[in-house]
């Protein structure tokens, strides 16, 4: 069994900072990708941020400059720094992880969600 827990969001004023984590647990042999999506009221769910076990980052262009991800491998964790949140970046923000489990079956493990709310 695998799961995947989120923590950090909440409410923040337009300008301000917060910073998501998200530990994956359970039967892992590896992770691969890592990522974080976000869903606000009404619009479809999308990637905000990825980066693969090696390292490498791709963002959303509407993130660029203003967010971070970054990950713990020892700890199973990812991380997503956001700074200069502005209201639209309100929404509930979901952690993804592509692994192999000890079983060697892929699986794609998702956190609960944490809503981020940024007032204006």
């Known amino acids: 069994q695998v799961q995947a827990v989120e923590s950090g969001g909440g409410l923040v004023q337009a300008g301000g900072s917060l910073r998501l984590s998200c530990a994956a647990s359970g039967s892992i042999f590896s992770i691969n990708a890592m990522g974080w999506y976000r869903q606000a009221a009404g619009k479809q769910r999308e990637l905000v941020a990825a980066i693969t076990s090696g390292g490498s980052t791709n963002y959303v262009d509407s993130v660029k400059g203003r967010f971070t991800i970054s990950r713990d491998n020892a700890k199973n964790t990812v991380y997503l720094q956001m700074t200069s949140l502005k209201p639209e970046d309100t929404a509930v923000y979901y952690c993804?992880?592509?692994?192999?489990?000890?079983?060697?079956?892929?699986?794609?493990?998702w956190g609960q969600g944490t809503q981020v709310t940024v007032s204006s």
């Open positions: 993804n992880a592509q692994l192999v489990t000890t079983l060697h079956s892929k699986y794609d493990a």
